[in-house]
């Protein structure tokens, strides 16, 4: 496995930082926010020092029922080729559901959303990583992801289900210890168990990443410090295998330059105690009075512990409590269609599953979307003011994305327009300008920046 090193999320809003930070010997990028044509010049100069760049995506649902499109694997391989990454990343998730398989309408999640750990799911995720890894350039690892809820009638743990994994397709791993605290607290699973199952040597690299807890639900916000839990968790890790790299990811609320070193010191000090860890035991271990501290390290792969009644079928069509002569894509697609339709489109939510948490999930999503929204149309914001997020929410609650964030900027827009909103004459004027601007063919102003200095000044003027 190649040897990665300490690295950092590269993000626009400190790339000058990350260029200027001592020990980074790498950095993750997000596949889709980089064009391979015109590659930012801070990533370019990053290259040129010999820094390894990795592209990591969002978007490919490797999880969901439907086969991997091939678009997505097309667009991703070039990212691949552009960066000159010796690997590529993505995750264990479901983003979209509904379609042609279920014959019902497409929905978009707009983040990561998890797969049940049933034998269905497991089969269809196995088929999709194959389809994955034979149009990609190089060798394909997948993430662990943070999960909000739980799927009732899971077959397998997470660390059975991923060890199955890599042995049935050769995939590799990439291990977020945070998003493993994630799911200690909101699904009360144990981590030390799921790293006991991993098959470490397929490790490619560790995520390591903060957040926050609110009314017994974590929060893996990447938008907060490295919390004590997850350094824990690191060292665990690094007690049973030498990671080939750690990387710190933090996508929002960025602090100073130093913050960000400081947490990237607190990962390197927990990296090697669990190494001088790992010494001490093979040392006891080598003089006859111990077992070996990475004997185990392997093991925990047993039967299915779940119960056992058909996966995702019983999720789909609890009166059978069997499987049917449907595929496992099919079945697996009319349950995630039915879960997503509940969080994105306030559908009644299916039987089993916490009502709770599934309002927690699907007020994430919401949020989620507002905050995206808000950086891909900046202007929105500013025309709206301080009543944006609530406008948007509130038309995000059964309404679902269907077309990508910039569609669903447009669509929020028009929504607003055709209410008669905002009330403030100046703003809706502004807001329609925004929307005849971005709706037709071509753009009416080829000078967003501009556009947007002029949105604002009216904004100004218009102010007490």
């Given at each position: 496995m190649r040897r990665l090193g300490t690295g950092i999320g590269w993000r626009p809003e400190i790339a000058d930082a990350v260029e200027r930070m001592p020990g980074i010997d790498w950095v993750e990028v997000v596949a889709e926010n980089v064009c391979p044509g015109h590659l930012p010049e801070s990533l370019l100069r990053l290259r040129e020092r010999g820094v390894t760049v990795i592209p990591h995506g969002v978007s490919l649902g490797l999880g969901g029922a439907d086969r991997p499109d091939e678009g997505r694997l097309a667009a991703l391989a070039e990212r691949v080729e552009a960066l000159g990454a010796p690997l590529v990343t993505e995750h264990i998730a479901f983003v979209r559901a509904g379609g042609s398989l279920t014959a019902s309408p497409l929905l978009e999640a707009g983040h990561l959303l998890p797969v049940p750990r049933t034998r269905d799911a497991l089969d269809v995720l196995c088929e999709n990583v194959r389809i994955a890894q034979d149009a990609l350039?190089?060798?394909?690892?997948?993430?662990?992801?943070?999960?909000?809820?739980?799927?009732?009638?899971?077959?397998?743990?997470?660390?059975?289900?991923?060890?199955?994994?890599?042995?049935r397709t050769g995939v590799r791993l990439l291990i977020d210890v945070a998003n493993l605290h994630t799911n200690h607290v909101n699904r009360g699973e144990d981590p030390a168990q799921a790293l006991a199952a991993l098959p470490l040597e397929a490790i490619a690299y560790v995520h390591v990443a903060g957040g926050f807890e609110r009314d017994g639900?974590?929060?893996?916000?990447?938008?907060?410090?490295?919390p004590p839990p997850v350094l824990a968790l690191l060292t665990e890790l690094a007690s049973r295998t030498n990671p080939p790299g750690v990387l710190l990811e933090r996508d929002e609320n960025f602090p100073e330059p130093e913050e960000l070193e400081g947490e990237l010191t607190a990962i390197r000090d927990a990296v090697r105690r669990g190494r001088t860890r790992a010494a001490g035991r093979t040392a006891v271990?080598?003089?006859?009075?111990?077992?070996?501290?990475?004997?185990?390290?392997g093991g925990g792969r047993g039967t299915a512990t779940g119960a056992g009644?058909?996966?995702?079928?019983?999720?789909?069509?609890?009166?059978?409590?069997?499987?049917?002569?449907?595929?496992?894509?099919?079945?697996?697609?009319?349950?995630?269609?039915?879960?997503?339709?509940?969080?994105?489109?306030?559908?009644?939510?299916?039987?089993?599953?916490?009502?709770v948490r599934m309002g927690v999930q699907a007020r994430a999503l919401a949020v989620k979307r507002a905050t995206v929204v808000a950086k891909v149309a900046p202007e929105l914001p500013v025309i709206l003011g301080t009543g944006y997020r609530s406008a948007f929410l509130e038309y995000a609650r059964e309404r679902p994305m269907s077309g990508g964030y910039r569609r669903d900027a447009l669509d929020f827009a028009g929504h607003l327009l055709g209410a008669g909103l905002p009330q403030d004459a100046v703003a809706r004027r502004d807001l329609r300008e925004w929307w005849l601007d971005r709706a037709g063919p071509a753009p009416r102003s080829r000078k967003p920046a501009?556009?947007?200095?002029?949105?604002?000044?009216?904004?100004?003027?218009?102010?007490?």
């Amino acid at each position: 496995m190649r040897r990665l090193g300490t690295g950092i999320g590269w993000r626009p809003e400190i790339a000058d930082a990350v260029e200027r930070m001592p020990g980074i010997d790498w950095v993750e990028v997000v596949a889709e926010n980089v064009c391979p044509g015109h590659l930012p010049e801070s990533l370019l100069r990053l290259r040129e020092r010999g820094v390894t760049v990795i592209p990591h995506g969002v978007s490919l649902g490797l999880g969901g029922a439907d086969r991997p499109d091939e678009g997505r694997l097309a667009a991703l391989a070039e990212r691949v080729e552009a960066l000159g990454a010796p690997l590529v990343t993505e995750h264990i998730a479901f983003v979209r559901a509904g379609g042609s398989l279920t014959a019902s309408p497409l929905l978009e999640a707009g983040h990561l959303l998890p797969v049940p750990r049933t034998r269905d799911a497991l089969d269809v995720l196995c088929e999709n990583v194959r389809i994955a890894q034979d149009a990609l350039p190089v060798p394909l690892a997948l993430e662990n992801i943070a999960a909000l809820f739980s799927w009732p009638g899971e077959e397998l743990t997470e660390g059975e289900f991923l060890a199955e994994l890599v042995e049935r397709t050769g995939v590799r791993l990439l291990i977020d210890v945070a998003n493993l605290h994630t799911n200690h607290v909101n699904r009360g699973e144990d981590p030390a168990q799921a790293l006991a199952a991993l098959p470490l040597e397929a490790i490619a690299y560790v995520h390591v990443a903060g957040g926050f807890e609110r009314d017994g639900v974590w929060h893996d916000s990447h938008a907060h410090p490295v919390p004590p839990p997850v350094l824990a968790l690191l060292t665990e890790l690094a007690s049973r295998t030498n990671p080939p790299g750690v990387l710190l990811e933090r996508d929002e609320n960025f602090p100073e330059p130093e913050e960000l070193e400081g947490e990237l010191t607190a990962i390197r000090d927990a990296v090697r105690r669990g190494r001088t860890r790992a010494a001490g035991r093979t040392a006891v271990a080598a003089g006859g009075t111990g077992a070996g501290g990475t004997a185990t390290a392997g093991g925990g792969r047993g039967t299915a512990t779940g119960a056992g009644v058909g996966g995702v079928a019983v999720l789909a069509r609890p009166v059978t409590g069997v499987r049917t002569r449907e595929t496992p894509r099919e079945r697996l697609g009319v349950a995630q269609a039915a879960v997503l339709s509940a969080l994105v489109a306030g559908t009644p939510v299916p039987e089993g599953f916490d009502r709770v948490r599934m309002g927690v999930q699907a007020r994430a999503l919401a949020v989620k979307r507002a905050t995206v929204v808000a950086k891909v149309a900046p202007e929105l914001p500013v025309i709206l003011g301080t009543g944006y997020r609530s406008a948007f929410l509130e038309y995000a609650r059964e309404r679902p994305m269907s077309g990508g964030y910039r569609r669903d900027a447009l669509d929020f827009a028009g929504h607003l327009l055709g209410a008669g909103l905002p009330q403030d004459a100046v703003a809706r004027r502004d807001l329609r300008e925004w929307w005849l601007d971005r709706a037709g063919p071509a753009p009416r102003s080829r000078k967003p920046a501009a556009r947007l200095a002029r949105v604002a000044r009216r904004v100004l003027l218009r102010r007490p």
